[in-house]
């Protein structure tokens, strides 16, 4: 995040009160009247030659600094909804894109490591939570085999998106399509498997369907680097 900086005036509103309180505790009171006023022409000169000094040199760079970080914002933003624009899931691609703090600097192929990023993070969230479940020792014998099921696909699944990700750093983005397409493969594995069985419904739908879409969001973004 960029360090909010004070408005140019004040910075040299506040240098100038420094420099002349500066100069009224160095003067010395023994001088005569004479010799006073002498040193205060020298050392107001002085002042005023630092504080020219001061904004025809610094101020071009902080200038330049400011506007390079808002240009830096500008583009990372634009750059974000261009990569989210063809997604199937367009506000969602946004949202989980903006919460990385490395995108606003990121170009697109960083973009589309960030996106298998979080369907990574949400694969292993969902194999947690999964693996909870079946903590509970009154489930159904069908349901606990099922979600038993769901965690092995989503171990499968963790750990294709790794191999997305080694893909993608390779340069090798047919071989991230592969690997996405079959974790995404895994997580509807996942939910058939409660519909082998009438009357049993599936007790993860939303995890599934979350993992779906995001997946699906990160394969969009991948096809803009081919």
């Known amino acids: 995040m960029a360090t909010l900086q004070p408005p140019l005036s004040t910075t040299y509103s506040r240098l100038y009160i420094t420099l002349f309180r500066t100069h009224q505790r160095l003067t010395p009171p023994h001088l005569n009247p004479p010799q006073y006023i002498k040193m205060e022409q020298h050392s107001r ?25 808002q240009t830096n914002v500008t583009v990372g933003e634009d750059l974000i909804e261009k990569a989210c624009h063809f997604t199937p899931h367009a506000d969602m691609c946004q949202a989980s894109l903006q919460m990385d703090p490395n995108s606003g600097q990121a170009d697109m192929e960083g973009l589309a490591v960030i996106a298998l990023k979080v369907a990574l993070a949400n694969a292993t969230d969902n194999s947690k939570h999964i693996s909870q479940m079946l903590n509970n020792s009154t ?23 790794e191999d997305a990700l080694a893909a ?22 996942c939910e058939q498997g409660f519909t082998e069985k009438p009357g049993y419904e599936s007790m993860v739908t939303q995890r599934n369907v979350v993992f779906k879409q995001l997946c699906l969001n990160a394969l969009s973004i991948t096809q803009h680097l081919q």
């Open 139 to 161: 489930l159904d014998p069908f349901i606990e085999q099922c979600l038993s099921d769901c965690v092995e696909q989503y171990w499968d699944s963790i750990d294709q998106i």
């Open 168 to 189: 993608i750093a390779g340069k090798d983005y047919h071989d991230v399509n592969d690997w996405v397409n079959a974790a995404i493969a895994n997580s509807e594995t």
């Open 45 to 69: 000169i002085f002042i005023l030659f630092f504080f020219v000094c001061f904004f025809f040199f610094l101020s071009p760079i902080q200038l330049c600094h400011c506007f390079s970080v």
